[in-house]
């Protein structure tokens, strides 16, 4: 029997110490674990399910990959054994198949782990990203890939990018931590051809902490779909959205994001939100959460068509709301507080058209300003209550 495993079903399959276990909530894959394609939601617990190939960790601490009966990969490299369990997967499929990591390691922060369109991945350990960063690499990273899924996944050290996604379509990612020491979160863009957007992206859940850049970052979507972010001690913006459409944030939680900068817990940039030169509301956020760094909310550069249900910001040293040049933006209609120092501002820049079709309403407002300078068009700032705030509008 070969070292770190036992046999189960004619199945190689891995054996976690107990310690693993509890550490990462795991469970011992299901028996007939050969079973059929991939295509329902992640599992809630990593590793369940059905899987036709994994990556493992053996007892002397090398790694080897398996499909089936077959060895796929033997030998010291963590991020080659996570390659091979995913390149033995079936070759152009057009159902998903799905791969398994089963244990913790490092890998080089100058290579990716490439997935291909069809592919599911589950990482029941964690990616110690290390070494001299390779710009566009990325712990797991697909390119021109659709119907993939990131399952589970946890990601430290100062990677280039934690996840990175490029001209896909139908992307979801599930359990996402990120506990960094630099580089960016999750990017998702279609850089490589701006004429075709990256479409339909899902992620559940997102812990970032450490990053160097965004938590979360898109360029070029339409139809996205975010649960929570929670971002701790990111350099830049929380969540920041650039010309992306049809997208829903469920809420984005931020502590110590932006510190010292002019981003934001949440940021929406560069036409994000415009369809067809105009700006219906295809934008929607449950909540933003910020305490303490740059800025709470910010849209800037000819984004709009955006409804933010609630605010809960405090102690930003910088605005705790700017809405410069943007269009059709509704803030806290479901209503939230804003206290200082951080102020509510409405501003524009000469080189974009004014603001236009903002309203602020719903909040509470403690030891902190509302300004609106230049004076925009059908601005609107009703139903706030005003604690030590002083009121600066046209």
């Known amino acids: 029997m070969r070292s ?12 976690l110490a107990a310690a693993v276990l509890a550490a990462l909530a795991l469970c011992v894959p299901a028996s007939g674990a050969t079973a059929a394609t991939t295509e329902s939601a992640a599992p ?10 994994s990556a493992y960790r053996t007892d002397d601490g090398s790694w080897e990959a398996s499909n089936g ?25 057009t159902q998903k198949e799905r791969a398994v990591v089963w244990n913790s390691g490092t ?33 797991v990273r697909g390119r021109h890939a659709s119907h993939v899924e990131v399952q589970h996944l946890t990601v430290t050290g100062a990677p280039y990018f934690g996840v990175f996604f490029r001209n ?28 075709e957007p990256t479409r339909n992206v899902r992620i559940d859940s997102v812990h970032v902490e450490g990053a160097g850049s965004h938590g979360v970052e898109t360029y070029g979507v339409d139809g996205l779909e975010i649960g929570t972010v929670v ?8 969540v920041l959205l650039n010309d992306t459409v ?20 949440f940021r929406m940039a560069n036409r994000n939100g415009r369809i067809d030169g105009g700006y219906p509301v295809n934008i929607h956020v449950g909540e933003v959460v910020a305490r ?11 984004s709009g068509g955006a409804v933010i249900e609630r605010v809960d910001i405090a102690d930003t040293g910088n605005n705790a709301i700017l809405v410069e040049n943007c269009y059709n933006v509704e803030i806290a209609s479901g209503g939230g507080s804003v206290a200082g120092p951080g102020s509510i501002r409405v501003a524009a820049r000469s080189d974009f058209p004014n603001t236009r079709d903002v309203t602020v309403h719903n909040l509470t407002v403690t030891d902190s300003a509302i300004v609106e300078r230049p004076c925009g068009d059908n601005v609107t700032f009703t139903d706030n209550e005003l604690v030590n705030t002083t009121r600066d509008v046209c």
């Open 69 to 93: 009966d077959s060895v796929v990969y033997s030998g010291a490299n963590m991020r080659a054994a996570i390659q091979a369990a995913v390149d033995s997967l079936t070759q152009g499929r």
């Open 231 to 238: 971002a701790k001690d990111v350099a830049h913006s929380g």
């Open 246 to 265: 049809n997208a829903t944030v469920g809420a984005v939680d931020a502590t110590n994001v932006g510190t010292g900068t002019g981003y934001a817990a």
């Open 292 to 302: 303490g760094g740059g800025r709470g909310v910010f849209c800037v550069s000819e």
């Open 4 to 15: 770190g495993m036992a046999a189960l079903g004619g199945r190689r399959r891995p054996v």
């Open 107 to 139: 890998m080089s922060a100058s290579r990716s782990v490439d997935l291909p369109s069809y592919t599911v991945l589950d990482v029941c350990g964690t990616i110690d990203v290390t070494g001299s960063v390779s710009a566009g690499n990325a712990a």
């Open 168 to 195: 896909g379509s139908d992307v979801h990612l599930g359990d996402i931590e990120l506990r960094l020491s630099g580089g960016l979160g999750i990017r998702i863009d279609n850089h490589a051809d701006r004429g």
């Open 44 to 53: 809630q617990e990593c590793g369940s399910g059905s899987y036709q190939a």
